[in-house]
């Protein structure tokens, strides 16, 4: 059955850094994109980036500001989020989905989720 998990999240001050994981069992990952998400306190969720299963292309969100880096691993049936000098406006839940790839990682409708780990960022 197709399961994913997040990890990797927790409590770090500004200017710090963490890398987020994301497991996936039950199936081929190596044929599914990967996005990121993440949602905040009172907020919409948003997009983070994504990378795409045939070329490992990424794609990230002007909020992310070159501080984040996806990648992935398919022989371990993992996807990675980096985030580097995190802010306080980072702060929120983080999901990673996956989705069969028809199209850019960016443009597909993801149908496969994570439950979530939480990031905070403060002083």
């Known amino acids: 059955q197709l399961q994913l998990v997040e990890s990797g999240g927790g409590l770090v001050q500004p200017g710090g850094s963490l890398r987020l994981s994301c497991n996936a069992s039950?199936?081929?990952?190596?044929?599914?994109?990967i996005g990121w998400f993440r949602q905040a306190p009172g907020k919409e969720r948003e997009d983070v980036g994504c990378i795409s299963a045939g070329d490992g292309s990424t794609y990230y969100e002007a909020a992310t500001e070159g501080r984040f880096t996806v990648s992935r691993d398919n022989a371990k049936k993992m996807g990675y989020l980096q985030m580097n000098n995190l802010k306080p406006e980072d702060t929120g839940v983080y999901y990673c989905?996956?989705?069969?790839?028809?199209?850019?990682?960016?443009?597909?409708?993801?149908?496969?989720w994570g439950q979530g780990t939480q990031v905070t960022v403060s002083s």
């Open positions: 039950g199936f081929n990952l190596e044929n599914y994109a």
């Open positions: 989905a996956a989705e069969p790839e028809l199209r850019d990682c960016d443009e597909l409708r993801y149908d496969y």
